[in-house]
């Protein structure tokens, strides 16, 4: 009997130097209900026991005479216990008549689980078999027990630190494959009902499931976490949950794991296929539970930073609008946001006219979140107030220096403030801690305008501003440094490769920005805001 009351035959591998023992001890396991394979040498069973593991099909259980003629059975069970597959295959050894103290020592060291002194009753050869394969198939859920619940610890650690609903549902998918064992889907429904799918990677990633399976999905989870609290475990059948979520184009009755949010608005689903298994699982249906609320729990924080930066996109989009014709120059303007979903950014533009011509400035305010953002839109706002009747780069940066002193003493920021005469091409440069202007010559060349200062914020001296003159045919470049900047790269490096980025580019201002772009705008962990000009003809 098994641990569940219900009789089990083994595969009994007996090695047994004789023919003879061969025989009767096999003839004992055979009436027992066992299956016997029987070899005569140490060496011939490791022989046989690899051509099993290669089938997948070790047997349960090996009776070794301790005195084989190429290696004790002592020899033999240390051999099978240094091999990581076979380490857990149980080992009884046995010796003709009384077995010394020795010996019975020798054999527990070597790993062995019992040893039977022959002959045997069969009855207690039989309750011999049985009790090892029980202790080792006990160990073995042990330890498998011991792998999901490490497998659901890595797990939470890698939900956890997800930077975007995204990675997590891709990281709950993959962590309750690896806790069942089968195809496994993961699900964030935000408060808008964005769906954020996650499979695991057993299930090939062709044939996806369509729009409409996720409406479909949408719908449903809505339904079954309204009014719910806490964990909800159901199956739904084939017909109710769509195709294609844990096999390209198959339909499976789905067991799901919701489990919403404090406030309700939102909910995470692991499902898995009930067809992959026979019946359900408690372990696994706990573990799955506990790994659910893990994920709800990092879902919380990352769905408040969906809304934060959608809020701030708009705050940016709204108030970074495409300049208005200026009088003398033609001024062309980029603004792309972080890959990173979680990250916003300050980084800002702008292009306005003067009584003195036309001031143009590119900023970042330090840090990222929606603060960082409102901060920005506050410089913005104040340096076209401040431009009513003042026109100077310098006296502007000192004033925008004193307006973030006063109203935010913990924020600083970066900004360079160009002043344009169209008439003459006469530029005047404050820089405030940011990247100088790129002057992009006609002749294919192109310099950093000689232009530094300090940050914003921080109420110390400024120096005079820069001046140098702009041909018409020369093309002006502000950008923020989300552009350029890499992480472990020195930022001249990268400015170097900026400058040389540009002069390869084909002549107009759009042409500049998007060659720029495309060199270097690709999965950026900052914003990045652009700014080119010229004098018009």
Known sequence: MDVSGR?????VLVVDPTAAGRFALGAVLRRAGHQVVAVGTGAEALVELDVRLRKGALPDVAFVDVGLPDMSGFELCRRLKARPHMAGLPVVHF?????????????VEAGGEAHLEMPAAPE?????????????RLRADDQAAARRLASLSETIVTIQAARSPQELADAAAEGAARLTGTPAAAFVLGPDDDLYRGTSRNRTSLALPDAGAHRAVVALLRRLAHGQAGVRITTVAAPLWPAGFFRPGVQHDARLVLIPTQDGRASVCLATPTREVRRVDPEHESLLARLAQAAVLA?????????????????QHSFLPQPH?????????????ASRETEIGGDFYAALRTEDGVLAAVGDVVGHSLEAATVMVEIRHALRAYCVDESDPAVLAERLDRMLQRYHPEVTATVCLVLIDPGTGRARIANAGHLPPLIVRDNRSADYAKAAGPLLGLGVPRPAPTELFLEPTDRLLMVTDGLIETRGTDLAVSMEHLRAAAT????????LCDTLLTHFGHDRDDDIAMLALRLTA
Do not use: F, K, N, W
């Open 7 to 11: 009789r089990t035959d083994a595969t």
């Open 95 to 107: 010796s003709a008549g009384e077995a010394a103290p020795g010996d019975r020592a020798e054999g």
């Open 124 to 136: 207690e050869i039989d309750a011999v078999v049985r009790a090892a394969v029980r202790a080792a």
């Open 299 to 315: 879902a919380e924080p990352l769905l408040m930073y969906q809304v934060e930066r959608h809020v701030a996109l708009t705050l």
């Open 325 to 337: 014709r200026l009088p003398g120059v033609d001024v062309v303007v980029r603004y792309v946001p």
């Open 504 to 511: 390869g580019a084909m002549p107009g201002l759009d042409a």
